[in-house]
């Protein structure tokens, strides 16, 4: 139906920079809400970040002033700019989109994870 695919994940340096991308493609109607969570080793899944349709964004506190949620809604793309990263950045981290696949019918996909290591 929907396949989300994440790119950019990596290694980064403490305080270095890195970009995430996850393109949504398939049999979609609309997209409303994309966003971005992770999970590091030996914890639960956490929200990262999250941008509504119109542009609304939610930032997580833990990364909030150093990552940036955007998206290109032509492209069904959604990006997660992360700066001044420290080690506790570490994780995979999962894209997450809400796509309209039917007239009435909305539903909640996920990617297949990247894994971001942040180690001098």
């Known amino acids: 139906q929907v396949q989300l695919v994440e790119s950019g994940g990596g290694l980064g340096q403490p305080g270095g920079s890195l970009r995430l991308s996850c393109a949504a493609s398939g049999s979609i109607l609309n997209i409303n809400n994309m966003g971005w969570y992770r999970q590091g080793p030996g914890k639960e899944r956490e929200l990262v970040a999250t941008?509504?349709?119109?542009?609304?964004?939610n930032i997580a506190d833990s990364v909030k002033g150093r990552f940036t949620i955007s998206r290109d809604g032509a492209k069904n793309t959604v990006y997660l700019q992360m700066n001044s990263l420290k080690p506790e950045d570490t994780a995979v981290y999962y894209c997450?989109?809400?796509?309209?696949?039917?007239?009435?019918?909305?539903?909640?996909?996920w990617g297949q994870g990247t894994q971001v290591t942040v180690s001098s």
């Open positions: 941008i509504t349709s119109g542009g609304s964004t």
């Open positions: 997450k989109c809400n796509a309209r696949i039917a007239v009435a019918k909305w539903k909640d996909f």
